[in-house]
């Protein structure tokens, strides 16, 4: 794969997963103006929106035929080497990825009471590694989950509080209850703008790229439009991940632009 295929592969990967997680089958967006917010449709389908977090948060598959890195950052690595960048046409879509990243490294830090363990303590933690914890706990349970207790022995050993790895696998339904329940239930909202802000980066960062590329049917007879391939782009598994990227951008973004209510947003609140 050259570099030009290997951006297409990630980024068709990218807006499926963005996709997966904001559409109306699983949440809606409230609100006017200034105070908007995300409803899920239920309970599992917020489940599910972290679930497929987790995934968006992970490597790749090491045996994909691209470079086993964090979706994030390929995304990070394509603003900083566009392949179809027209008239700063990625300008959107680099703000929206360092704004999604510098929010995810940022530490929280949470008052947490772990009955499982009769432990009291205040955590410091980034929210990445939150995010993680919820949605791989959503997915797995106790014995699926050991990787899940050893960060949290980690991160109880950095507040000052040892414990065995037995004591932080029971303490993982807390963990669950306490970042699950409360903390992504607040910052839900703000994912989903910040995802919905990177669905619309990569519609932006596309569309001269699309303009070029959509061929409209030849007639009546031939009714299917059609892709221009870039020259760069040979290998069959590109093409077809080209060809599936065009549609999505032909269809765009299931969701407007929005911003969620500042009440979800106040600082020092996790």
């Not at 489940?47 to 045996?63: A, E, G, M, N, R």
């Not at 994030?72 to 680099?94: H, R, T, W, Y």
């Not at 069959?236 to 032909?250: F, I, S, T």
């Amino acid at each position: 794969m050259n570099k030009m295929e290997d951006e297409v592969i990630y980024l068709s990967a990218v807006t499926e997963l963005l996709r997966s997680m904001v559409n109306y089958q699983l949440m809606t967006v409230v609100g006017k103006g200034e105070h908007k917010n995300v409803w899920f449709e239920t309970s599992v389908h917020r489940q599910f929106f972290f679930i497929t977090l987790v995934d968006f948060l992970s490597q790749t598959d090491p045996k994909a035929p691209v470079p086993s890195i964090p979706y994030l950052q390929a995304m990070n690595n394509i603003c900083d080497a566009p392949s179809f960048e027209v008239n700063g046409s990625v300008q959107k879509l680099k703000k929206a990825v360092i704004a999604f990243r510098d929010w995810l490294r940022e530490e929280m830090t949470v008052d947490a009471w772990l009955p499982s363990i009769n432990l009291q303590v205040e955590i410091s933690i980034p929210r990445y590694v939150v995010m993680k914890i919820v949605g791989n706990l959503s997915k797995h349970n106790t014995l699926r989950s050991v990787g899940v207790a050893e960060d949290i022995q980690r991160y109880l050993q950095k507040a000052g509080k040892s414990v065995e790895l037995y004591q932080a696998m029971l303490a993982q339904g807390d963990f669950y209850e306490i970042f699950y329940e409360d903390v992504c239930a607040y910052h839900a909202s703000t994912i989903a703008e910040f995802l919905n802000g990177l669905t619309w980066g990569i519609q932006d960062y596309l569309a001269p790229e699309y303009t070029r590329s959509y061929t409209p049917p030849d007639s009546d007879e031939l009714p299917m439009y059609r892709f221009q391939y870039p020259e760069e782009i040979e290998h069959p598994y590109a093409k077809a991940c080209y060809w599936d990227l065009m549609n999505l951008l032909r269809s765009g973004p299931i969701f407007p632009p929005f911003v969620v209510t500042q009440h979800l947003k106040i600082e020092g609140r996790y």
